[in-house]
């Protein structure tokens, strides 16, 4: 991010983004007609959208991929398919879509991202929903995969004045949801943990020692190459480094490492 290399298209990736935008224009559908045959009837056409936005997807199916664009799209079917193991749109009327919140904290730094989904019900609560394309995380990971939806929740906190009633995580790589009732002193912690993420940043560009942290996703890095853990040497940090400027923290769009 803060290099700004040029990576490869991911397939996960990808269909993660394609699932995001079925199920977000699944609720423009009337409410009787969003059925898991509509849903898939909208695959091919936001396909086509996104190939049509971003002709570099093309190289996904070259001769040679791992997957053909019909067995990727068969994926990307099973997890609309999933969904529909897990609610009902047709008993839904989210309030927000791919909702873009920002606040910035008192210290100055600014906080942004796109929730998935805000649903609201009649007496007033307050549920933040995120679809995911992998599979649930082993109880001792659900904490990191809550963070994203706490960090969601403190800016909603920080712009509306209210705490949040439920976040909720939809696994539809093995049909599961992680529920998680959020409170006061929950996200006041995240907030700390916010502040203290950025202030590890600012020392690692100041220092310039940024430590890798080597795990199984490294085999699927486009810069393992240029990762001093595996002997490479990474480039110097450009122009415009995060220690200039307005400071902000944007979390990552899609988690797609349950996915590889």
Known sequence: MIDRIPERPSAAAVRGTLVHAVLERLFDLPAAERTPEAARGLLEPQWERLAAEEPQLSVLFEEGAEESLEEWLDRARGMVDRYFALEDPRRLEPAERELFVETVLPSGLKLRGYVDRVDVAPTGELRIVDYK???????DFE?????????????LWRVRGRVPNLLQLMYLG????????PDEADLRATERKVEALWQAIRRATETGDWRPRPGRLCD???HKERCPEFGGTPPPLPEGRPDAGEPRVVPAARDVSADL
């Open 220 to 222: 699927w890095c486009d």
């Open 174 to 181: 093995n049909s599961e949801v992680l529920r998680y009732v």
């Open 143 to 155: 904490a990191r995969a809550l963070f994203q939806m706490k960090f969601y929740a403190l800016v």
């Open 133 to 139: 394309t992998g599979s649930a995380p082993r109880a």
